[in-house]
């Protein structure tokens, strides 16, 4: 079965750089529409990142500041985070999309100021 292993959050001053890691298994992170979404508490899950076609999107409030990459040989997409602020304290998750849905189980990253 599909299965997408998050790793890489963590507690961080505000300013500071985390890199998430996600390893996919039984799917190809080359072959398929990826992201990154995060969601805050009390507040819906948002898009903060993908890639569509080979061409990268984000969301306005990380440009600039976050990077999506892929690593095709080790199946495994990255969301790399700079300048972090505490209002991108979230629980992040990696997405693969074709036919079906799939979503790694989070991982906590947590910003202070």
């Known amino acids: 079965q599909v299965q997408l292993v998050e790793s890489g959050g963590g507690l961080v001053q505000a300013g500071g750089s985390l890199r998430l890691s996600c390893a996919a298994s039984?799917?190809?992170?080359?072959?398929?529409?990826i992201g990154w979404y995060r969601q805050a508490p009390g507040k819906q899950r948002e898009l903060v990142a993908g890639?569509?076609?080979?061409?990268?999107n984000y969301a306005e409030f990380v440009k600039g500041r976050f990077t999506i990459s892929r690593d095709n040989a080790k199946n495994t997409m990255y969301l790399q985070l700079n300048s972090l602020k505490p209002e991108d304290t979230a629980v992040y998750y990696c997405?693969?999309?074709?036919?079906?849905?799939?979503w790694g189980q989070g991982t906590q990253v947590t910003v202070s100021s």
């Open positions: 997405n693969i999309r074709n036919s079906y849905e799939y």
């Open positions: 039984r799917i190809s992170v080359s072959a398929n529409v």
């Open positions: 890639i569509v076609n080979g061409l990268t």
